[in-house]
């Protein structure tokens, strides 16, 4: 399972983006979806996940942040809005998936976002 991600950018303070992340290949079906990010010096977190029947959100994006999914095209979006300067990282799609018998974790290449003051 191939994930590849796109929509990051550069934006100012209090504006928006929106990230996609398509997963491609075969033989797989996917459990969950979602977005982490990491901050330089930091720890990768969790931003938000959806498995189709619940979504969760870190605490800092609550409200802000929304996450959707077309499972017709096995891609997960992220609508960013109210950006803050602590909202800078790369951002990395990620998908729980089950291939054969086993569910594996996958991620994609990450995408920078940076948000200036």
């Known amino acids: 399972v191939q994930l590849v991600e796109s929509g990051g950018g550069l934006v100012q303070a209090g504006g928006s983006l929106r990230l996609s992340c398509v997963a491609s290949?075969?033989?797989?079906?996917?459990?969950?979806m979602g977005w982490y990010r990491q901050a330089p010096g930091k720890e990768r977190e969790l931003v938000a996940m959806?498995?189709?029947?619940?979504?969760n959100y870190a605490d800092s994006v609550k409200g802000r942040f929304t996450i959707s999914r077309d499972n017709a095209k096995n891609s997960v979006y992220l609508q960013m809005n109210s950006l803050k300067p602590e909202d800078t990282a790369v951002y990395y799609c990620n998908t729980n998936a089950r291939v054969g018998l086993a569910n594996w974790l996958y991620w994609g290449q990450g995408t920078q976002v940076t948000v200036s003051s």
């Open positions: 290949g075969s033989g797989f079906s996917i459990n969950a």
């Open positions: 959806t498995s189709g029947t619940n979504t």
